[in-house]
């Protein structure tokens, strides 16, 4: 219960502050409108870098969102009362996890299609793209919330954020483009596909418990 409690006060806060969800979805249209300007590519050079573009997009946008994940808890003390009130500190973790990735990260996955559209990605490689991205984008979150707990006492360090989890997210870069840019050549995207399944079950069961550890020294 408390699992769906701190769920659904995060999610509510996210969505009183609406600048936090259509923030990510701004920045990527104006990155990609960038594109066919700075190019100067027509519809076929844009198509086959449009895999590689739209991950990254998608990557860089979630971020710049992850730094208050547990800064502004840690700021009110909510995360005094988590510790004294008994509550698991993975269960809040997974829980401020699962908030985050159903107000960052499943716009993300929606507005993907729109970003392929601008970079002409072809028609057979939408279905893998919003597959490999919603595979994926829990990662981000889960990791996120590793990060986020580790500089949540640091003023101004989503920089320091984006350098401690950017090394692990790369993996998933990889494998998350390599599948949609398999699809546009024609050949199956399975075996990329497993392993970005593979990297979010891994997620789901180590993260929350390494930022609680990030937590609890921090707290103490």
């Given at each position: 219960?408390?699992?769906?409690?701190?769920?659904k006060?995060?999610?509510?806060?996210?969505?009183?502050?609406?600048?936090?969800?259509?923030q990510?979805?701004?920045?990527?249209?104006?990155?990609?409108?960038?594109?066919?300007?700075?190019?100067?590519?027509?519809?076929?050079?844009?198509?086959?870098?449009?895999?590689?573009?739209?991950?990254?997009?998608?990557?860089?946008?979630?971020?710049?969102?992850?730094e208050?994940?547990?800064?502004?808890?840690?700021?009110?003390?909510?995360?005094?009362?988590?510790?004294?009130?008994?509550?698991?500190?993975?269960?809040?973790?997974?829980?401020?996890?699962?908030?985050?990735w159903?107000?960052?990260?499943?716009p993300?996955?929606?507005?993907?299609p729109?970003?392929?559209?601008?970079?002409?990605?072809?028609?057979?490689?939408y279905?893998?793209l919003?597959?490999s991205?919603?595979?994926?984008?829990?990662?981000?979150?889960l990791?996120?919330?590793v990060?986020?707990?580790?500089?949540?006492?640091?003023?101004?360090?989503?920089?320091?954020?984006?350098?401690?989890?950017?090394?692990?997210?790369?993996?998933?870069?990889?494998?998350?483009?390599?599948?949609v840019?398999?699809?546009?050549?024609?050949?199956?995207?399975?075996?990329?596909?497993?392993?970005?399944?593979?990297?979010?079950?891994l997620?789901?069961?180590?993260?929350?418990?390494?930022?609680?550890?990030?937590?609890?020294?921090?707290?103490?």
């Amino acid at each position: 219960m408390r699992f769906w409690a701190l769920f659904k006060r995060d999610v509510l806060v996210a969505w009183r502050k609406k600048s936090n969800i259509y923030q990510p979805l701004v920045f990527q249209l104006l990155i990609v409108t960038m594109f066919p300007l700075g190019l100067g590519a027509g519809a076929q050079t844009l198509a086959k870098i449009a895999p590689a573009v739209v991950w990254i997009l998608a990557l860089l946008s979630t971020l710049i969102t992850l730094e208050n994940i547990f800064k502004n808890d840690y700021e009110d003390g909510s995360l005094d009362v988590y510790v004294l009130s008994g509550m698991s500190l993975p269960t809040a973790t997974l829980s401020k996890a699962a908030a985050h990735w159903l107000t960052t990260g499943v716009p993300v996955i929606l507005f993907a299609p729109v970003i392929g559209v601008l970079l002409h990605l072809p028609a057979q490689a939408y279905a893998v793209l919003m597959l490999s991205l919603l595979l994926a984008t829990p990662i981000f979150s889960l990791l996120g919330t590793v990060g986020s707990a580790l500089i949540m006492n640091i003023k101004n360090g989503g920089m320091l954020l984006s350098v401690l989890i950017m090394p692990l997210l790369a993996p998933v870069l990889i494998f998350g483009a390599g599948a949609v840019l398999e699809t546009t050549l024609g050949n199956s995207a399975f075996g990329h596909l497993m392993l970005l399944l593979g990297c979010t079950v891994l997620s789901i069961t180590l993260a929350p418990l390494a930022a609680a550890a990030a937590v609890k020294i921090n707290l103490e």
